[in-house]
């Protein structure tokens, strides 16, 4: 029996995990950018549960001074994961640069 140690439901990133063929991500994920700069928190996928088992993008809930929005991130964006962690290919001030607070085509911005 181990003592003392904190059992983690969620195994740390692995040597040659590749987001592109594998994710593991769940709602309440930080996202940060390569800047280490908080971005915001996962809140759902879109689509929610895809063919191929992997969304197209993040939904994530961003707060700004004025209250919180969404944005919808391509899962293309994604650079790494850290445990509990979601790091972008760009930094915190370029993702406000994106376009990523507009909707997708064929998703409801109340998710």
Avoid: C, K, T
């Avoid at 895809?50 to 391509?74: A, K, R, T």
């Avoid at 509990?84 to 370029?94: A, Q, T």
């Avoid at 993702?95 to 064929?106: L, R, S």
């Amino acid at each position: 029996m181990v003592e003392d140690e904190e059992i983690n439901d969620r195994p740390e990133e692995e040597p040659g995990f590749q987001p592109e063929v594998e994710w593991r991500f769940l709602e309440g994920d930080e996202i940060v950018g390569n800047d280490d700069e908080e971005i915001g928190i996962v809140i759902g996928f879109h689509p929610e549960d895809p063919e191929d088992g992997m969304p197209d993008f993040l939904v994530v809930e961003h707060g700004g001074i004025f209250g919180s929005n969404n944005l919808y991130i391509p899962f293309a964006a994604v650079d790494r994961y850290e445990v509990d962690r979601i790091v972008l290919r760009y930094g915190s001030d370029d993702v406000q640069n994106q376009g990523w607070d507009v909707a997708p085509e064929g998703i409801e911005e109340d998710v």
